[in-house]
T-cell receptor, first 117, second 114 residues
Framework: EADIYQTPRYLVIGTGKKITLECSQTMGHDKMYWYQQDPGMELHLIHYSYGVNSTEKGDLSSESTVSRIRTEHFPLTLESARPSHTSQYLC????????????????FGEGSWLTVV | KNQVEQSPQSLIILEGKNCTLQCNYTVSPFSNLRWYKQDTGRGPVSLTIMTFSENTKSNGRYTATLDADTKQSSLHITASQLSDSASYICVVSDRGSTLGRLYFGRGTQLTVWP
């Protein structure tokens, strides 16, 4: 069982609101990731972090921002939500880089479903 | 272009039957291949991870195979159960980039009927 938690699980907010999706892991992992996934589609990397004070943008352009002040915490913020931000957001963590061999499992949280109306 | 293609897109089988899901990839240079199970509305859960030198790996009723020469992988599910109903995602990682970039397939949606 993965020790990585996301809140809220479901959120409906109005256009223009600011929201923060929380992600915490208790495994001591340095690597953390945020993915966006629309129904029936593949996951797209939007942000990642190698450790405290390290954040990078991923493959998919996103208007969200992230921070990594503590190892265990990797929140994602949308300053002004729009209907186009409606999606599922998945947080993940791993001990090593993804290209490491067996034993390096990437653990995912349960996801946060965001609906912007 | 690095891609991961999965087939079939969806599959319906009866409880107790076996099935095989396919994954073809063009990711290069190849590092490892993972299969994940994602229940509806939940996060993906790891089933197997295989490196270049491994051609089969089992996890209970799940058996994954890898042919690095033809860049193909399969996930075989034996004696399916209702709880196997989920999306199965193939994920391939490359070498050489600082992130060890992950390439995700769109998944095969498996439905097991009683």
């Amino acid at each position: 069982e993965a020790d990585i938690y996301q809140t809220p699980r479901y959120l409906v907010i109005g256009t223009g609101k600011k929201i923060t999706l929380e992600c915490s892991q208790t495994m001591g992992h340095d690597k953390m990731y945020w993915y966006q996934q629309d129904p029936g589609m593949e996951l797209h990397l939007i942000h990642y972090s190698y450790g405290v004070n390290s954040t990078e943008k991923g493959d998919l352009s996103s208007e969200s921002t992230v921070s990594r002040i503590r190892t265990e915490h990797f929140p994602l913020t949308l300053e002004s939500a729009r209907p186009s931000h409606t999606s599922q957001y998945l947080c993940a963590s791993s001990e090593y880089d993804a290209d490491q061999s067996s034993g390096n499992t990437i653990y995912f949280g349960e996801g946060s479903w965001l609906t912007v109306v | 272009k690095n891609q991961v293609e999965q087939s079939p897109q969806s599959l319906i089988i009866l409880e107790g039957k076996n099935c095989t899901l396919q994954c073809n990839y063009t990711v290069s240079p190849f590092s490892n291949l993972r299969w994940y199970k994602q229940d509806t509305g939940r996060g993906p859960v790891s089933l197997t991870i295989m490196t270049f030198s491994e051609n089969t790996k089992s996890n209970g009723r799940y058996t994954a195979t890898l042919d690095a020469d033809t860049k193909q992988s399969s996930l075989h599910i034996t004696a399916s159960q209702l709880s196997d109903s989920a999306s199965y995602i193939c994920v391939v990682s490359d070498r050489g980039s600082t992130l060890g970039r992950l390439y995700f397939g769109r998944g095969t949606q498996l439905t097991v009927w009683p």
